[in-house]
């Protein structure tokens, strides 16, 4: 359960804040993803990160701002968030981001609660 | 719409029987792969079992088992002998490969409690 970890694991904002999250994948993958988890509804994808490149923005508000330094890392910079962003934001990668055929490995995830 | 249903928000199963988990999903892709995940209490998701959809012979991992029919879209995970460690919230989901790019698509998930 280590090959994908995320800091902080909790975190409490006010909506004028910024913060970031921080995903970090130690299984030598080359694609990062972003996903929200909320109550009651499906995981939704984010974003995607395929050898450090952006390959998919799934109409994300501009509040979330997701940087990709190198294949290891992942980032999620939060400005001036709402209450419903609040939620629990999940990083995965896999080995590429094509030809589906890649299993995703999760981390922990982030429980984010906006005030 | 690419979408994936499981009807079945909770479920519960008494120590070492069996439980079936229904899925079913909707898209006009011929070539994709389907998942079941299982994420325990405050524990990180872990992939159950997978199945290449272009396979007929439906996948195996120790207790876990799929009936997948390709026709029908669906594709349940069956468990044998559940243990008391298998109490998770259980995902269906199956990815898209579209033009350079993959997305994975999930379900809404069941929570299953295993009894002892």
């Known amino acids: 359960e280590t090959g994908v970890t995320q800091t902080p694991r909790h975190l409490v904002m006010g909506m004028t804040n910024k913060k970031s999250l921080k995903c970090e994948q130690h299984l030598g993958h080359n694609a990062m993803y972003w996903y929200k988890q909320s109550a009651k509804k499906p995981l939704e994808l984010m974003f995607v990160?395929?050898?450090?490149?952006?390959?998919e923005n799934n109409s994300v508000p501009s509040r979330f701002s997701p940087e990709c330094p190198n294949s290891s890392h992942l980032f999620l910079h939060l400005h001036t968030l709402q209450p419903e962003d609040s939620a629990l934001y999940l990083c995965a990668s896999s080995q590429e981001a094509s030809g589906g055929s890649d299993t995703q490995y999760f981390g922990p995830g982030t429980r984010l609660t906006v005030l | 719409a690419q979408t994936v249903t499981q009807s079945q928000p909770e479920m519960s199963v008494q120590e070492a029987e069996t439980v079936t988990l229904s899925c079913t999903y909707d898209t006009s892709e011929s070539n994709y792969y389907l998942f079941w995940y299982k994420q325990p209490p405050s524990r990180q998701m872990i992939l159950v079992i997978r199945?290449?959809?272009?396979?007929?012979q439906n996948a195996t991992e120790n207790r876990f088992s799929v009936n997948f029919q390709k026709a029908a879209k669906s594709f349940s995970l069956k468990i044998s002998d559940s243990q008391l460690g298998d109490t998770a919230m259980y995902f269906c989901?199956?990815?898209?490969?579209?033009?350079?790019?993959?997305?994975?698509?999930f379900g809404k998930g069941t929570k299953l409690t295993v009894n002892p």
């Open positions: 990160y395929n050898f450090k490149e952006q390959t």
């Open positions: 199945q290449e959809a272009y396979k007929q």
């Open positions: 989901a199956f990815i898209l490969s579209q033009g350079g790019s993959e997305k994975l698509v």
